[in-house]
């Protein structure tokens, strides 16, 4: 290391920073981070200072200028706002999985599409027996969801005793069941339709889609553009996340410069620089400074801008928007809640699909798909693997949360919910953990 590198390495804002850079970089960070917002939401909400925890939630916020204003209370903000980035994270995992990833062969993504579609159908289905002819027979879509952040957290944590191959699965289950939660929310939990401005939300996305086939490879007009789709899905009675989704579709996947152009480029302006450099020591000529942002330029096409914008959303989605919504939404206030409260149908309904419905959807759809020779089980994964993902796919959290506020608003049946969710994807997390730590990579029986 050079003098000036153990310099900016001896820094005071180095040394207090990297070793949060180090932990961020940590697979199962988000994870931990998500678990200890959801706890404090829980201790706050029930604790002396709960008054203010209500109070921070309706603290109203307005947006916009002139006559165009949106206001709403900060939950809504976080809910409808802040989610939407994370839809838009969620569908360009979706798409980057899709194109090149574990969906975008039926050989790699048969295993995983037909254990979502058991953990989708079989929870909801157990929901729909507990509820069918009550007031909260809406809730169907609540235990669908599987929380990637946690159950990869988890599976991370569980070390060696995780197979790679048991991570892609869980994975592109996850993202599958993203996809399902997706199209239920359009379909099921948006509220009347108002055409016109729908119609300007597809006028907009086409605009997007246009641009994308001409090449252009500004992420800020594309953002620029979605955010236009937000406001007008908002306003349209579609909710407003969708529009993450539907925007991630018009993102460019393609690299408009191959590496191996990239790199006879690269060389060229490196050895500008070196030449500069040589040529007036300590200094950064005029010629320095554009071959420097020419190589940045160079850098930018050689990367697609969907993986640019997946990657610089990473962060923010992990460390801020989801331990956000969890302080937001996971506070229960547990003072009121009475035993008789378990045998509420939504509670029991979310409760029993995540905690139960989960694995055995999971694990029979599997089962039937290995038995039936569609698919096989990935390299050096156990049915003992699968068992521990089925039970991690129980996890619902984020999703089951957000899709619990949408069903039943914020009122108290949103509070049992909450109660349900909580309760399962704890016993979930538990129960998976202890599989995976009497689970080995042996040969699969």
């Known amino acids: 290391m050079s003098r000036k590198e153990l310099s900016v390495a001896a820094r005071p804002i180095t040394r207090f920073v990297s070793p949060f850079q180090r932990f961020a970089r940590v697979e199962s960070a988000g994870g931990i981070v998500l678990l200890t917002a959801s706890i404090a939401a829980i201790l706050w909400a029930n604790s002396p200072a709960s008054e203010s925890y209500a ?38 995992e979706i798409k980057h999985e899709m194109l090149v990833g574990e969906l975008s062969s039926l050989r790699l993504s048969a295993l995983p599409v037909l254990a ?77 339709i108002d055409w016109t401005m729908l119609l300007a939300a597809f006028v907009l996305l086409a605009a997007g889609a246009f641009l994308n086939q001409l090449g252009v490879t500004q992420l800020g007009i594309y953002l620029a553009l979605g955010f236009g ?83 610089a959303l990473q962060p923010w989605v992990s460390f801020f928007i989801m331990p956000l919504f969890a302080l937001t939404n996971a506070g229960v206030p547990l003072h009121g809640f009475r035993a008789d409260s378990l045998h509420d149908p939504a509670v029991q309904g979310i409760f029993f699909g995540l905690l139960l419905g989960k694995p055995i959807g999971i694990l029979l759809f599997s089962w039937l798909a290995v038995r039936l020779g569609i698919v096989a089980l990935p390299a050096s994964v156990t049915w003992r693997h699968m068992i521990a993902a089925g039970c991690l796919g ?34 979930a997390a538990i129960v998976g953990s202890l599989i995976l730590l009497g689970s080995t990579n042996a040969q699969q029986v």
């Not at 307005?62 to 709403?72: D, K, M, Q, V």
């Not at 480029?265 to 420097?292: C, K, L, W």
């Not at 509070?415 to 704890?426: D, E, M, P, Q, Y």
Request: overall charge negative; glycine content about 10%; hydrophobic content about 55%.
């Open 394 to 427: 129980g996890i619902g959290f984020t999703m089951s949360l957000f899709i619990s506020a949408l069903a039943f608003g914020s009122g108290a049946e949103d509070t049992l919910a909450k109660v349900g969710i909580l309760a399962a994807s704890a016993l």
């Open 229 to 311: 789709v937000w406001v007008c899905m908002l306003r349209s009675g579609v909710h407003a996340t969708i529009a993450g989704v539907l925007v991630a579709l018009i993102i460019p996947s393609s690299r408009y410069l191959e590496p191996r152009e990239f790199l006879r480029r690269a060389h060229h302006e490196i050895t500008s620089m070196e030449e500069d450099y040589a040529a007036h020591p300590g200094q950064v000529s005029n010629a320095g400074r554009d071959a420097f942002l020419s190589l940045q330029t160079q850098s930018h096409l050689v990367q697609a801008p969907l993986l640019r914008l997946e990657h």
């Open 116 to 192: 979502a579609a058991g953990g989708v159908v079989v929870p909801a289905g157990i929901y729909i027996a507990l509820n069918h002819g009550h007031p909260t027979a809406g809730g169907w879509g609540i235990p669908m969801a599987t929380d990637i952040a946690f159950a990869l957290g988890i599976l991370s944590l569980s070390g060696s005793r995780a197979p790679t191959g048991l991570k892609v699965f869980l994975t592109a289950l996850a993202i599958v069941d993203d996809i399902a939660a997706v199209l239920v929310i359009a379909f099921f939990y948006s509220s009347r």
């Open 55 to 92: 109070s921070l939630l309706h603290i109203p916020i307005t947006l916009g200028f002139g006559t165009f204003r949106i206001a709403e209370s900060l939950h809504v903000w976080i809910n409808d706002g802040l989610m939407a980035v994370f839809f838009l994270f969620v569908g360009l």
